[in-house]
């Protein structure tokens, strides 16, 4: 229970310090940031399609908690003065519905987050499929709401 209770705090620790940062920064920092979080967690997601070819559970689920870290870090990189500009692929739909948005980001944590947990307990196909609807099936609902098509 300590333990719990201390990853809690610095989690929110972490949560605090980062909205902080992002206040401070410039419009063109936060968006060149966030595309890179963005494509950090495109990299884990293929990188974990590698690792469950592997075997390797351990680095799944590692992979996983890095991105349901980021996802809860996001929702601070969309302040209204990085709307436009600097070849932002968001949408305006990421401001006007702000709730929707960070509810889809709080979702992709949590699924994130769930996926680590039950990785060790998945074989082949099943550890497959949960990574189709827990992860990659995140990144589509987000980008066909939020962002621009390519």
Same mark, same amino acid.
């Given at each position: 229970?300590?333990?719990?209770?201390?990853?809690?705090?610095?989690?929110?620790?972490?949560?605090?310090?980062?909205?902080? %940062?992002?206040?401070?920064?410039?419009?063109?920092?936060?968006?060149?940031?966030?595309?890179?979080?963005?494509?950090?967690?495109?990299?884990?997601?293929?990188?974990?399609?590698?690792?469950?070819?592997?075997?390797?559970?351990?680095?799944?689920?590692?992979?996983?908690?890095?991105?349901?870290?980021? %996802?809860?870090?996001?929702?601070?990189?969309?302040?209204?003065?990085?709307?436009?500009?600097?070849?932002?692929?968001?949408?305006?739909?990421? /401001?006007?519905?702000?709730?929707?948005?960070?509810?889809?980001?709080?979702?992709?944590?949590?699924?994130?987050?769930?996926?680590?947990?039950?990785?060790?307990?998945?074989?082949?196909?099943?550890?497959?499929?949960?990574?189709?609807?827990?992860? /990659?099936?995140?990144?589509?609902?987000?980008?066909?709401?939020?962002?621009?098509?390519?």
């Amino acid at each position: 229970m300590k333990k719990i209770l201390q990853l809690l705090v610095a989690f929110i620790f972490t949560i605090l310090s980062i909205n902080l %940062y992002a206040d401070d920064i410039s419009p063109e920092k936060l968006i060149k940031e966030r595309k890179g979080i963005f494509k950090q967690n495109y990299s884990y997601a293929k990188k974990m399609s590698s690792e469950i070819a592997k075997g390797n559970k351990q680095a799944i689920s590692d992979l996983a908690i890095k991105m349901s870290q980021n %996802y809860e870090a996001l929702i601070n990189y969309f302040p209204e003065n990085t709307k436009t500009g600097y070849e932002t692929e968001a949408l305006p739909s990421v /401001w006007e519905e702000k709730e929707l948005f960070n509810e889809l980001m709080n979702k992709a944590s949590k699924d994130a987050n769930d996926f680590a947990m039950i990785v060790m307990n998945l074989m082949g196909d099943d550890l497959k499929e949960s990574q189709k609807k827990m992860i /990659w099936s995140q990144c589509k609902t987000c980008h066909d709401k939020f962002r621009v098509p390519h």
